[in-house]
């Protein structure tokens, strides 16, 4: 009579579905109560002895990987129980990156035999089609993924941490509109239902997602005229579209003045936008929101981006070089071109001081760097 084996030291059984026989250890168990397992199959028993004697030295050294867990898996776990405070919109594009860039490439891959190498591969034919930022995107997915696992026991060491990240292929640069076009893009807004988007968000140089979060409750086409010192008509940058609906900085969060032409046209849609209203009757959904779609609800950063395009067709310009985010940048530019200085810049910008103003937006900065020999050129000429 066979002997049995002692609890704990696995067992070895005959698996008729496989013809082969398991050698099987015990694991843990889960919440339930559900016994988890490490199986090995082999042709022999005897094979199969010696696959149960390397599954109890590996538990015995706190291994407890899981030999079939792929990248895929991890990848796809992380993308679904890994980011529970993640809004929506950032989960959609973590899983567009993951499904794009990692898992038809590396998800096959057994995840206990990914080696640096095979990482630094991947990243290096990646480089070739990806921006030096989206490189280190899905580095980090990457990265967070396998994090997740081996806190899980299902990998013993995370090899994205042996990789650096290359030089990817030089992203698209932001640029300004210059005076003559930023004027053709708001003639070509008039009439459109991007007219009062455009005009505010080129005059106040607020971020797209501020300007899709922004709600009638927090402008003021009025004013306070009669107040000591008078307050001009404004708006209150203290809401954007990120998770939360916080702003992207503390620093963010601000009023800004309203110029004349974006008072008007801010006036005009809110006529606009009351038809609207009336026309959608029981869909249309209340949500306070300046800029909304035809039945009052949040707009779609893909929508806005779509039909500034048609404004910027409109005004002669190539619809596929420009995005909502650079009347931004034309903010800057027309503002450092009329003289106005980077600290007041920055301030309107929402930026925590002028280095980010400096870093992100120099190429739309007057220069100033001679303008100081310049100016004691003349001082000392004046009294050479």
């Not at 990987?65 to 129980?81: G, N, P, Q, S």
């Amino acid at each position: 009579m066979t002997k049995r084996r002692s609890r704990g030291d696995g067992s070895i059984y005959w698996e008729e579905s496989r013809q082969r026989y398991v050698a099987e250890v015990t694991v843990g168990y889960t919440p339930a109560g559900k016994r988890r397992t490490r199986k090995r199959f082999a042709k022999t028993k005897t094979d199969a002895k010696e696959l149960l004697k390397e599954l109890q030295r590996e538990l015995e050294d706190g291994v407890t990987e899981d030999r079939k867990y792929t990248v895929a898996h991890a990848v796809r776990d992380f993308l679904e129980y890994g980011l529970p405070r993640r809004s929506k919109s950032t989960v959609d594009k973590l899983t567009t990156l993951a499904e794009t860039h990692i898992i038809p490439r590396l998800g096959a891959r057994k995840l206990r035999e990914l080696t640096a190498d095979d990482v630094d591969r991947w990243l290096s034919e990646r480089a070739q089609v990806l921006s030096t930022r989206s490189l280190r995107e899905v580095l980090s997915l990457l990265r967070r993924s396998i994090e997740r696992a081996q806190k899980r026991e299902k990998v013993r060491r995370n090899v994205v941490l042996l990789c650096e990240v290359p030089e990817g292929r030089a992203g698209r640069p932001s640029k300004s509109l210059t005076f003559e076009q930023a004027e053709a893009v708001l003639r070509a807004a008039e009439g459109t239902p991007m007219r009062a988007y455009v005009v505010v968000s080129l005059l106040t140089g607020a971020r797209t997602e501020e300007m899709r979060a922004l709600t009638w409750s927090h402008v003021d086409l009025v004013g306070r005229p009669d107040a000591s010192p008078p307050i001009p008509p404004h708006m209150m940058v203290w809401r954007s579209v990120r998770e939360h609906g916080d702003t992207k900085t503390r620093k963010s969060r601000r009023s800004l003045a309203l110029p004349k032409r974006c008072v008007e046209a801010l006036r005009a849609h809110q006529v606009k936008q009351d038809y609207m209203r009336t026309l959608a009757r029981e869909r249309w959904q209340e949500t306070g929101l300046v800029f909304s779609s035809a039945v009052g609800t949040e707009l779609d950063a893909a929508n806005v981006r779509r039909a500034f395009r048609k404004v910027v067709e409109k005004a002669g310009l190539e619809a596929k070089d420009w995005t909502p985010r650079e009347l931004r940048h034309s903010f800057v530019s027309l503002l450092s071109d009329s003289g106005v200085p980077i600290e007041q810049i920055s301030r309107l910008m929402g930026h925590n001081g002028t280095a980010v103003t400096e870093l992100v937006y120099r190429h739309q900065l007057r220069p100033v760097i001679e303008h100081g020999a310049e100016a004691m050129d003349r001082i000392f000429l004046a009294h050479g």
